[in-house]
Nanobody
């Protein structure tokens, strides 16, 4: 059974940093492109960042480019999201996802097959 478990969320002030982790089990992690998505209250889930199987290729939403960094450690079956210069608009539930697709990475949430339960990030002004 595939499990993705996020951690690292919390309440911070604008300008602070957080590092989210997503630990994967039940799959051969190095074979899966991974992504981070977020969903704010009353809004649809949106793409944040994606990474290919070996971590060499990444893609970001324009809203987080230059502030967030996605990375992965295939030896630890974990994908990370380093979030710097956080803004109140970044407040959301952040979820990681794994794709069984053959592509390098994916930005469309429909391309992902497995999802974590999410971790809350709240940024106060």
């Amino acid at each position: 059974q595939v499990q993705l478990v996020e951690s690292g969320g919390g309440l911070v002030q604008a300008g602070d940093s957080l590092r989210l982790s997503c630990a994967a089990s039940g799959l051969t992690f190095k074979n899966y492109p991974m992504g981070w998505f977020r969903q704010a209250p009353g809004k649809e889930r949106e793409f944040v960042a994606a990474i290919n199987r070996n971590g060499a290729i990444t893609r970001y939403a324009d809203s987080v480019k230059g502030r967030f960094t996605i990375s992965r450690d295939n030896a630890k079956n974990t994908v990370y999201l380093q979030m710097n210069s956080l803004e109140p608009e970044d407040t959301a539930v952040y979820s990681c996802a794994a794709s069984r697709g053959n592509g390098l990475y994916y930005v469309n949430l429909r391309s992902y097959d497995y999802w974590g339960q999410g971790t809350q990030v709240t940024v106060s002004s």
